[in-house]
């Protein structure tokens, strides 16, 4: 059976799964916070009839070989996390981080989950959750008489309550970043887990330890560029017709080799 075939498969099934990741992109183009997926491809083996150096008559040596690839695999995904627009929502739950870093969420099961969705909303005890209902592991209460919030940039949250001159302190945000972040683990939800890849996280005050800033009354919007994922996706739809096209020549060529008896 001719090598072609396989090879050209590999080609496909790795362009399906790129659509798949764009999709997943274009999907999220409106998600807060979200982060899009790059697909990394690498060849696979290549099968060595004549080894590069062998030698001929004489002094002489082959200088190139004879080799062919056997394809393409799926190498890795890797999430990209560069810094989506700020939409202005006057929100004062609302934060966004401008820089590196990581919310602190606490899971149902208590371990700690790192977002970069600063939608946060009071439950009916006025801690401070997502919008899943998950609290901060800053552990912040509003007290219920409070008249406006305000968090600075360094993560302090003070209120302001009835009667009282100046706001009151009733806590403040720390933030997490990882030596590699690409190395978290997405679960859903815009949350991500630690992973033995991105290291254990390194936990401060906003910024300090070169963590960003917290911005009060803003979102941070998608990174996924629009245009940029309409001609990948194009692309991708492009590579995938080329390699069918290698199979339907393999094929024909069979069958003509086929045709050869009569």
């Known amino acids: 059976m001719m090598r072609s075939l396989w090879t050209a498969s590999t080609g496909m099934i790795g362009q399906q799964f790129n659509v798949d990741v764009i999709s997943n992109n274009l999907a999220n183009v409106n998600t807060t916070a979200f982060k899009k997926d790059r697909v990394d491809f690498e060849d696979l083996m290549y099968q060595r009839m004549l080894l590069a150096g062998t030698p001929t008559s004489g002094d002489a040596v082959i200088p190139t070989g004879i080799q062919v690839g056997l394809g393409t695999r799926v190498a890795a995904t890797q999430k990209m996390f560069e810094q989506g627009s700020l939409k202005r929502t006057a929100n004062p739950l609302d934060l966004a981080i401008e820089g590196e870093g990581f919310f602190r969420i606490t899971l149902p099961d208590g371990t700690t989950a790192y977002t970069r969705d600063g939608s946060f909303k009071l439950d009916s005890t006025g801690r401070v959750v997502s919008s899943d209902g998950d609290p901060l592991a800053d552990a912040i209460t509003i007290p219920q008489d409070a008249t406006a919030i305000l968090v600075t940039t360094d993560g302090t949250i003070s209120v302001q309550q009835p009667g009282a001159i100046a706001p009151a302190q009733i806590g403040a945000l720390t933030i997490s970043k990882f ?62 017709e080329v390699n069918s096209r290698s199979i339907q020549t393999s094929d024909a060529m069979l069958q003509t080799a086929a045709g050869l008896k009569r």
């Open 179 to 240: 030596v590699n972040p690409a190395g978290l683990s997405a679960i859903g939800q815009n949350l991500y887990v630690e992973t033995a890849s991105s290291g254990a996280p390194i936990q401060a005050q906003p910024q300090t330890e070169a963590l960003g800033a917290v911005r009060q009354g803003f979102l941070e919007m998608s990174n996924v560029q629009v245009v940029e994922s309409m001609v990948d996706l194009i692309t991708a739809q492009r590579a995938y």
